[in-house]
Structure formats: C-alpha cells, structure tokens
C-alpha cells in the first residue's frame, strides 16, 4: 500500500464535519463540560476536605513540620540538618514553663524558636517582630498577654516566673511582637532570642548535655522533607545514614528520638493503604470515570449514527478505517479544547460553593477552599480520558461500516429480525416495542440512571457517616477529665484505652 500524506486533507474534512453540525457541537460540548464540572466539583470538595482537615490536626498538634528530631546535641543539629533530604528546617530550644498562676491551667513553653520554626508554629506575630539576638526581647500571644494582665503594645515589658529543669527563676521581657491566640493548639508560646535562652540556662546552672528531663536546652531539628508520603520511612532512613537509630534507646549512644507528625492525611493513607483501601479507591474512580464515560458517549454513539452515511461515502473514495477513527478523534480534541476549560471554571465555583455547606456537617474540619492545581490537572486529565474512551467505540462503528451498508443502516436493523406478538396497542406495549429496537441503547440509559443513585447514595454516606463519638472513643475514655495544666504537662496525655485500668481491677480498688 502506498502511504500518502494527507492528515491536512483529514484534518480539513473533520473540520468540515463539524462546521456543518454546530447544534450537535453545542450539546457534545455541553456534555464534555458537565463531565468535567462533575471531576472538578468532586475534587474540589475532596481537597477542600482534606486541607481542611489537616489544617485542623496541625493547629491541634501545634504545627505543620513533616516531622522533628528530638533532643540533640550541637554537633548532631548541625550535622542532621545538612541531609540533602531535607528541604527545610527549623531549630527549637525548650527552656521553661511555668506552673503556678496565672499559668495553671495553661500549657506555656519558654524557649527559642527561628524563624521557620516560628511560622510553622502559628507563631507569626501580626504585630512587632520576633526577638533580636543580644535583647532581652519576647514575642507571645494574647492569651499570656491576658493571664500576664499585661496589655498588647510594643515596648511593654511583663515578668514571667517559670521553671527551668526544676530551678525555678522570674524573668523579665520586653514585648516585641504577639499574635493571635487559637484555642486549637494546646501550647502557648513566649518566645525569647537564643542568646537569652543561653543566659537563663548559665544562669540556673542547667547543662543542656545533663538536664535532668534530658530536654531543657537541647536542639530540635524539625524539617520539612520532599513529600508528606511516608515521612516515618525517610526519618529512619536519614537517621541510619549518619548512624543513628530511634528504635532503642538502651541500644546505645547513637539514639535519637523522632516525632512524625500525625496531621497529614497523606502519610495516615500512605501507612493504613491495604488492599481493601486500594479496591475501595479504584472502585470509586472507575464510577466517576464510567458516569462522565456514559454521558459523552451518548453524544458520539448519536453523532456517528446520524453520519453514518457521511463515512460510508469517505469509504467509498478510498478513506481507511484508521482515517475515519482520526476524524472523529479530531472532532473529539477541538470539542474538549472548548468544554473542559469551561467545565473546570463551573466546576471550581460549584465545588467552592458546595465545600462550605458538606464541611458544616463534619465536626472538626476548618471551612477551606481549596485552589490547589492538583484539582484542574486532574480533572483536566480525567475528563479527556473520558473524552477519548467515549468515542472509541463509536469510532470503531464509523471505521468498519461499508459503503453499502451505510446506505441500509438503520437504528437497531442490524442482524437478523425476529417476529414479535405485537401486543396489542396501548402505549405499555409500544413503549416496550420501543425499548427492544436497540437493546444497547436502552442499556445505557439505565445504567445511566443507575448511577445517579450510586453516587447520590455515596455522597450521603460521606457527608453523614462520621460519628465524632466513635472517633474520640479511640482516643478517649471519659466524657472529661478535670485538671490543672500540671497533669497534662506531666502526664503524657489525656487517658486512652492503653493507659485506662482494667474494669476488673478499679472493681476491686472501689469494692
């Protein structure tokens, strides 16, 4: 066979088609778009619940580092921090809390926090700055403005008597900077520049490389890594390079304690991911896929049908089956090109309005809308995956019709005709009679229909099958417990099922 070229002449001729069809245009992009106005609205919600509900577990666990090593000396901050492994990194020094009124029932932490620490704490004063090096300078939030009695104003100065690895000392500092108290996150922060933290240590006698509770003064190295996906993994993996190991600490020397932070959903998926979980996702994405798949395959199916005869002529003057199938995929890219941006536009706004009304029925998730790019790239890429399985088919009917028989075709008259009683002629039967002329067709409008209700039925159980109740159980076996801020410094935590007493034995303690 001679290999000609002419993909002008079947780029003009798709061009052609489409110019002499412009209502069915209109609805094939009006399809197109809604498919995606469904990815992108879905996606949107999807991410707006998920940064909303990170948001929420780093403000409640004070932070949004990937993770953090713990207790180091000098030498192993400097040295850790050079990991190329690691983006970014923030250096924390502990230096005291208070324990006596006004701080009783307040967790307040003394110490010195740089400038990406600061940030990834909430600790971004919306007034003044953090504290200069050589001052005696501190920043801290309304709260401990408040307890202090001490108004919010530059240049205030307001005494803090705290403990400092059991020696208790009575500082004073001067206000640089405050910002707002959130009541999410359970510490509060004063924090001072390192050169003072320094003096506090010499001052009551503490060696960070001997402190009693073997924190008070040491580093805290927390980093950000490459990804939030297996942050535990990579920890492990920097710690072993250069050494070290967390599993033990009556190993030996090389010990160093890490904290991954609980907050990012992707590394709870990344550790939770089973089969079942993989299935449960792929099932879901397939509906998705096969909703968006039904609607713009309609459109095709019905747009072939009606020019069949069109491609039985182009058969007729010498166009292959593979030329025909790259007209209609052609047509397929120009109508994307137009109904995907728009979908993705619609799709934002209604996911943005949407996200608002789902997350105020989820308890403890922040209101955020997400405009990640993530969201357009997908539904971009989902919805011209849909695009181009929807027309495949309806491609491969256009490219093996014959010339004749695209002269004869007719809706549902291919194959051989059986004989039917006609039941008579109330609107039942005609209506049925209807139906059996293309099974295939009647096929896909119920699946169609089918499939509103699954995933009406899915967005239900998503919006109203979170029990706070049953969440908090796991974590929480009490209704409250009453305490000053001493118990939840000393204690390690509120009780859980781990550190509870068996029932049998507060029995006999209560007997």
Request: proline residues 2%.
């Amino acid at each position: 066979m001679i290999r000609v070229s002419n993909r002008k002449t079947i780029r003009r001729l798709g061009r052609k088609a489409m110019g002499a069809a412009r209502t069915r245009n209109l609805i094939a992009i009006t399809a197109i778009a809604l498919t995606t106005v469904l990815f992108t609205a879905l996606f949107t919600i999807a991410l707006s619940i998920n940064d909303g509900l990170q948001e929420s577990n780093f403000r409640q666990c004070g932070g949004w580092s990937h993770g953090g090593f713990k207790y180091l000396t000098e030498d192993q901050f400097h040295e850790l921090k050079e990991d190329d492994r690691i983006k970014e990194w923030g250096l924390r020094r502990f230096v005291g809390m208070p324990n006596e009124a006004p701080f009783d029932k307040s967790h307040v932490e003394v110490g010195y926090s740089d400038v990406n620490q600061a940030h990834w704490m909430y600790c971004d004063p919306v007034e003044g700055r953090l504290p200069r090096e050589g001052t005696n300078e501190a920043a801290t939030d309304t709260k401990v403005l408040s307890l202090l009695g001490v108004e919010p104003e530059l240049g205030a100065e307001f005494t803090v008597t705290f403990l400092v690895d059991g020696h208790e000392t009575t500082q004073t500092f001067t206000l640089c900077g405050w910002w707002e108290y959130d009541e999410a996150i359970i510490a509060n922060h004063i924090l001072i520049s390192e050169s003072r933290a320094e003096a506090i240590l010499a001052e009551t006698g503490v060696d960070s490389a001997h402190s009693g509770d073997g924190m008070t003064g040491t580093w805290n190295l927390d980093v950000m890594l490459g990804s939030s996906l297996h942050i535990e993994e990579d920890m492990e993996r920097i710690l072993a390079d250069h050494g070290y190991q967390s599993e033990s600490r009556s190993a030996g020397d090389n010990y160093i304690a890490t904290g991954v932070n609980w907050g990012y959903t992707g590394a709870q998926l990344a550790d939770s991911l089973d089969p079942a979980t993989v299935l449960a996702l792929g099932a879901m994405v397939i509906l998705i896929i096969f909703t968006g798949y039904l609607i713009i395959y309609n459109v095709f199916q019905i747009s072939v049908t009606n020019d069949i005869r069109f491609y039985g002529l182009l058969k007729t003057i010498g166009a292959t089956g593979r030329q025909i199938r790259a007209i209609l995929r052609q047509q397929a890219l120009l109508l994307s090109a137009v109904g995907i941006p728009i979908g993705l536009f619609l799709g934002w706004l209604i996911g943005g309005r949407l996200t608002p009304v789902i997350v105020a029925r989820l308890d403890g998730i922040a209101s955020v809308v997400s405009a990640n790019p993530v969201i357009f790239l997908l539904s971009a890429v989902f919805a011209l995956v849909t695009v181009l399985l929807s027309c495949a088919r309806p491609g491969r009917m256009a490219a093996k019709v014959s010339p004749i028989e695209a002269v004869r075709y007719t809706e549902g008259g291919t194959g051989k005709q059986k004989t039917k009683k006609s039941g008579g002629g109330s609107l039942f039967a005609m209506a049925r009679a209807n139906l059996g002329r293309s099974k295939g067709k009647t096929a896909v409008t119920i699946l169609s229909m089918s499939l509103a209700v699954v995933l009406l039925t899915v967005t239900v159980t998503f919006t109203r099958g979170f029990d706070m109740d049953k969440y908090l159980s796991y974590f929480v076996c009490t209704d409250f417990v009453v305490a000053d801020a001493g118990y939840f410094q000393t204690s390690g935590g509120i009780f859980n099922r781990d550190t509870a007493l068996p029932e049998e034995v507060i029995d006999t303690v209560t007997a």
